[in-house]
């Protein structure tokens, strides 16, 4: 996967890790690669302080938990992968042989 769409994918990872529990980079890491991420702890971090820049996630020392713009762009993400995986599935299933 392309390293661009990757983190967009590692950022919807974390807003759905953090709706559960505050983040620590440290246990981000096994919880992304379970997922089949390939990331290090300074890829993480960067992500995890982009979300802050954009005010979906505030900063408490080495934490971050989720913000209620955080919130609702984790709704608003849901209502579009759920629209787009509609899509893909179904032409996916057009496209398989029988």
Same mark, same amino acid.
């Given at each position: 996967?392309?390293?661009? %769409?990757?983190?967009?994918?590692?950022?919807?990872? @974390?807003?759905? #890790?953090? $709706?559960?529990?505050?983040? *620590?980079?440290?246990?981000?890491?096994?919880?992304l690669e379970?997922?089949?991420?390939? %990331?290090?702890?300074?890829?993480?971090?960067?992500? @995890?302080?982009? #979300?802050? $820049?954009?005010?979906f996630l *505030?900063?408490?020392?080495?934490?971050?938990?989720?913000?209620?713009?955080?919130?609702?762009?984790?709704?608003?993400?849901?209502?579009?992968?759920g629209r787009?995986?509609?899509?893909?599935?179904?032409?996916?299933?057009?496209?398989?042989?029988?």
């Open positions: 996967m392309h390293a661009e %769409v990757q983190n967009l994918f590692v950022r919807i990872h @974390l807003l759905y #890790l953090a $709706q559960h529990e505050d983040l *620590t980079v440290s246990d981000a890491l096994p919880k379970e997922r089949g991420y390939r %990331v290090g702890e300074r890829e993480i971090k960067q992500e @995890l302080e982009h #979300l802050t $820049q954009e005010n *505030t900063a408490h020392g080495d934490q971050w938990s989720l913000t209620g713009t955080g919130i609702e762009e984790y709704k608003e993400i849901l209502a579009v992968l787009v995986s509609e899509e893909l599935l179904a032409d996916s299933k057009k496209a398989s042989p029988a």
